[in-house]
């Protein structure tokens, strides 16, 4: 069986341990995820220069697209990633667990955006005209409709990397979640 490892600072190219130094500075640590990227000469750079672009969603709406998507593809590493980001956003727990349900009941325009995101991911991109319905009726425009799918291509990425390679996850486990889903 092959045996995925993450590289260290030392193991990656100098480009890439510039991006390790910015990356340790920012956020404390080179998540897994990130350090993995790196075994690539661009794949980083690429990667954060996508998350870091412009969008016309808020923070919080992204997270939401990146729960309901690693929640789909069934990512445990971008799942608890997304869970500390999530609270970090201003989610409770029970919010969280609520959106990798389905469903955003605390919020209409974010249940919309959910139901959108989750049939975008479920349905390879023909999502349905109900849930497209729900989203543009929420308030949503097609420059955000984009963003959405911008968001999922992102997070489709990090699922695959890490539902291919099981490296180690260095966040806290995001918490099992049973029951029927919406999607």
Sequence with gaps: MTKFTVPQRGEVSENNQALFDN??????FVPNLY???AKNE??????????????????????VINLV????????????????????NGFTDEQIIGLRKGTASFDKQLNALVGFAASIVSNKG???????????DAGYTEA??????IVIGDKTMSNFIH?????????PLAQPIFG????
Aim: hydrophobic share 40%; with cysteine.
């Design 35 to 37: 350090a993995y990227y």
């Design 180 to 183: 029927q889903t919406s999607w």
């Design 42 to 63: 661009t794949a980083l750079g690429d990667y954060l220069a996508l998350q870091n672009r412009k969008s016309t969603l808020k923070a919080k709406e992204r997270e």
């Design 163 to 171: 539902n291919l390679t099981a490296f180690e996850i260095d966040f």
């Design 69 to 88: 998507t690693s929640q789909i593809n069934g990512c445990q590493y971008c799942l608890a990633a997304h869970t500390a980001l999530g609270k970090m």
């Design 23 to 28: 990356l340790q500075k920012a956020l404390g």
């Design 144 to 149: 955000n409709m984009i963003d959405v799918v």
């Design 126 to 136: 023909k999502a349905s005209q109900e849930s497209k319905e729900a989203f543009f």
